[in-house]
């Protein structure tokens, strides 16, 4: 998908760009596209019910790295290691769980 973007100004929220996309035979184009990250309800079957997705923990030797300074460095080795599939950098998978998005 085109034009992926951050909302780091809002919790949770996905931005995506344009869709164009057909479904069945019919074409379905979309214009920008903003999304909360939610997940179907663990506790309610009600129709459309969503709770949000909690996040992971923070890895604790990131925690443990020191200053404010210290540990964004360390962080972003853990994103480095997720990025590149790497479990022998940063043991990643224990944090970074994968979330599956799919357009129906």
Not at 33 to 43: A, F, H, I, Q, W
Not at 71 to 88: G, L, P
Request: with cysteine; hydrophobic share 35%; aromatic share 10%.
């Amino acid at each position: 998908v085109a034009a992926i973007h951050d909302h780091s100004d809002h919790i949770r929220v996905v931005g995506i760009g344009e869709i164009q996309a057909v479904l069945n035979g019919v074409e379905f184009r979309t214009r920008h596209n903003d999304y909360n990250l939610k997940m179907p309800s663990t506790t309610s079957g009600e129709y459309n019910e969503a709770e949000e997705i909690v996040g992971p923990d923070v890895p604790p030797e990131v925690l443990s790295a020191g200053d404010a300074s210290a540990q964004i460095d360390e962080m972003i080795e853990w994103f480095r290691a997720f990025k590149t599939q790497n479990v022998s950098h940063r043991n990643y998978p224990l944090y970074f769980k994968p979330i599956l998005c799919y357009l129906e």
